[in-house]
């Protein structure tokens, strides 16, 4: 069995596996904010998590607020930052067509609700958002906007965004930046304080940690206001007992990561191997977002007239799990939104399939995934179905 | 070692933790939102973990939204049912000065941005809210009410209030009724519907499952909006990727609290000789909320002049962990707002030790506990502190 869906959800990495089962017969167990021993032996674990987390990320301990991940974080930032904005007389709101489905619904909540009119960047062919179109419109907009929020690589394509440049301009323009890195964190290197971006987000799923478990990165947490409110915690940012089990294992996947520089090289080099090979015997595929940098193990890939869904069902047929695009989405037989926004014909954006593996996952396994993708294309191009 | 701070955080429950080393072991991991067989096999085995929750609560799957805890679910509601009520007109909410701090603190939210008025019961001696009180002001403010919350059992005293004659009152007087019911779900039979209850909540980490997972029980989900927003998960009133693996302990926990009720008696009639083994040795002890139905293992004692702290310090030279007051407000050495509410004096709300244990704790323990607690006031007696 191949699973092919680490962008989606990423199984857990065995160390993080190895780490649970020896914690889970160990300890300790207990409320990390309760005073008594085994409330502070639970929190110093929880907090040297915290520590390990904002080492590898590049951020202050204190920069790091706990919660159970990326959509969390982002519809705490919006609220947050929204509000204050809000306040202050902004009205206008800058995205991008690229984002995941929480950046563009809370745009959509903050239009309908609060009366922001929302900028949408489209992106190049090759999934790179319009960074002139976004200078055009910092000037244009100015000191009417509330925030910019593009992301650092897409979840479906794995195109990674010129976040450092976009950084700049919106530090220029005096607008904070806030850059989904759920699909970057932990993937790829990632340094929070250099990078400039105002807040940055992760979860761990994506990473082979623990489900339900993430965090928020803020440059200034002061500017920030509990979504979730509760009893303090998490220095009266996000309220509810942490979930101190799964902010553990956020570590050690990081750590696992950190360690493994060497490994990601190896899969962005197999998986180049892979592309190649396709491409040599299927000259009129695509790659989507091929000519950007990209993720090490992510590849959007279509070969024009097979349908996706058809390749989807047919690798799986050979025990080799793919997406056809975001899980969220993925069943609408329909080119994607992020497709839409690089312009992508429905010629190619209905035959689209995902394939990403990630750190945990031997990268020789593009070998195999070639070979049935190439077996998949030869068998479904007899049969074309649009 | 005992561990006696299950109302602040359960350990994980011996069940869960067998189920958690094999689960992660052998899978499966994927997004459980993605369409491929690994994905629909995850989602299948949240669904039956949805299904098994709902049986044991006594509500439908469909009324299940898994989230990270009951902070989540009273801070969804309390959004949800306001936004609603602001624009229908409604300008007071009820609470009781039992709450937990969720509560309490998203009542002032709601009171400073959006100008509601807040009433708060008070609570006899014993702990029980003003149900009389209550009633003049559904009588009172009638058609101005947003919402009541009031709570299924007390975290500190343990006190189980009554929510079902409330249920009633807020149904005759058509007032949403948010019950809180975090300490209650899992340590005693509860049935959602037949309650009549309109939302009530619970935390995987008081009953053994694993921490930030947890899930909010809705009679009608369609007056939910998602607080955290994301893509369409949860039939979109719920963002981000479910937790699966988390939601799943929580099936575990559920079905090991339903077999074994017979364990729950045996809990309640240790606690109770032990109590009396206290009471017997030293008359002048109180016993919070003692005249009052309480949780089977919770215990919230005072020796009048004797420290709480001390006596925390005292049993944990002696291995046993206990806390003073909530894990929220265990720093502060004065008498808990819970306290304050039931017109206890400093006298003995400083004097107070909780002491909780839960089902996948063994009964006998209460008698270590008698004898540790019995010596530990001996010799504090003798210094005492105020």
Redesign the interface.
């Known amino acids: 069995m191949i699973?092919a869906?680490y962008n989606?959800?990423?199984?857990?990495c065995p160390e993080v596996?190895d780490y649970?089962?020896k914690r889970?017969?160990t300890?300790p167990?207990?409320?990390p904010?309760?005073?008594?021993?085994?409330?502070t032996k639970t929190l110093m674990g929880m907090e040297n998590a915290r520590a390990v987390c904002a080492k590898i990320v590049g951020a202050k301990p204190k920069q790091i607020i706990f919660?159970?991940?990326?959509?969390?974080g982002?519809?705490t930032v919006?609220y947050s930052v929204l509000k204050r904005a809000k306040k202050a007389g902004k009205t206008h709101i800058i995205i991008s067509g690229q984002e995941?489905?929480?950046v563009i619904?809370?745009a959509k909540?903050a239009q309908e609700e609060q009366d922001f009119q929302v900028l949408s960047l489209k992106a190049n062919h090759d999934g790179i958002v319009d960074v002139e179109q976004l200078k055009i419109w910092l000037k244009e907009h100015g000191d009417q906007l509330a925030l910019v929020s593009i992301m650092a690589a897409n979840n479906e394509t794995g195109v990674i965004q010129p976040y450092k440049e976009i950084s700049d301009l919106c530090q220029q323009a005096q607008v904070p930046y806030v850059c989904d890195t759920t699909q970057y964190i932990g993937k790829t290197e990632f340094d929070f304080n250099k990078s400039g971006i105002d807040y940055a987000f992760m979860?761990g799923?994506k990473i082979g940690a623990?489900?339900?478990?993430g965090f928020l990165l803020a440059k200034d947490t002061t500017t920030l206001e509990p979504?979730?409110?509760?009893?303090?915690?998490e220095r009266n940012l996000r309220?509810?007992?942490?979930?101190?089990?799964?902010n553990e294992t956020l570590a050690v996947a990081l750590d696992y990561f950190q360690r493994n520089q060497d490994k990601l090289k190896k899969l962005f080099e197999k998986r180049k191997e892979f592309e190649n090979k396709v491409k040599e015997k299927f000259p009129e595929v695509v790659i989507l977002g091929e000519n950007a940098p990209r993720l090490a193990s992510s590849t959007y890939i279509a070969l024009p007239g097979v349908h996706g869904q058809a390749v989807?069902i047919e690798l799986?047929s050979k025990d080799i799990?793919?997406?056809t695009s975001?899980?969220?989405?993925?069943?609408e037989p329909v080119t994607s939104k992020v497709l839409q926004s690089m312009g992508v014909d429905d010629h190619i954006g209905r035959g689209v399939v995902r394939i990403s593996l990630g750190l945990c996952s031997g990268p020789e396994l593009y070998d195999e995934i070639a070979d049935a993708l190439i077996a998949t294309y030869s068998k479904l191009q007899q049969i074309k179905s649009f």
């Open positions: 699973y869906d989606g959800s990423a199984p857990i596996r649970l089962i889970l017969e300890g167990f207990a409320n904010n309760s005073i008594h021993h085994m409330g919660n159970s991940g990326a959509s969390e982002i519809s919006f995941h489905s929480v619904n809370c909540r979860s799923h623990l489900t339900g478990a979504l979730i409110i509760g009893g303090g915690q309220g509810g007992t942490q979930n101190y089990i799964g989807q799986e799990f793919v997406t975001s899980a969220c989405s993925d069943n």
